[in-house]
């Protein structure tokens, strides 16, 4: 049967028309980071095969690794396991039924960034 209020219906809303909110943003970026870490993963398996392929190609791969970019790539990829780490944290919290509130929720999702850039940075003070 054919539906003759097709053309009267409302749009469903999207993500022009709502507001982002820190809790929508943090889990955006929670699965932004689970996928980067797969990425930088699959970099130090590639970087252990070439150890294990041969010295010179071990060089070339080690060279990158070690340069700026290396440096640059490996101390993001620390923030977001950090952040990724406290975002599942919070996710298991909010399993139990507890700190669902908006306030609360608002304040987790501020520990959860400000607690990821506090422990990479004293991760690599310390290491």
Same mark, same amino acid.
């Given at each position: ?5 097709? !053309? ?5 809303? +999207? ?7 820190? #809790?929508?943003?943090? %889990?955006?970026? #929670? ?13 130090? @398996? ?7 392929? %041969? ?10 690794? #070690? %340069?700026?970019? !290396? /440096? *640059? =790539?490996?101390?993001?990829? *620390?923030?977001?396991?950090?952040? +990724?780490?406290?975002?599942? @944290?919070? +996710? *298991?919290?909010? /399993?139990?039924?507890?700190?669902? /509130? ?6 987790? !999702?501020?520990? @959860?960034?400000? !607690?990821? =850039? ?10």
């Amino acid at each position: 049967m054919a539906d003759v209020n097709r !053309g009267n219906r409302p749009l469903s809303p +999207h993500l022009t028309i709502y507001r982002p909110q820190l #809790t929508s943003m943090t %889990s955006i970026l #929670t699965r932004i980071t689970g996928n980067a870490m797969l990425i930088t993963a699959l970099l130090i @398996v590639w970087w252990f095969l070439a150890a294990a392929t %041969s010295l010179e190609y071990f060089d070339t791969v080690n060279g990158i690794m #070690t %340069s700026w970019f !290396g /440096d *640059l =790539v490996f101390t993001l990829s *620390l923030l977001g396991l950090w952040y +990724h780490t406290l975002a599942c @944290v919070r +996710h *298991l919290i909010w /399993d139990t039924g507890r700190m669902l /509130d908006i306030p609360t929720a608002e304040k987790l !999702g501020w520990t @959860v960034l400000i !607690g990821s =850039v506090v422990l990479t940075i004293l991760t690599i003070i310390i290491v």
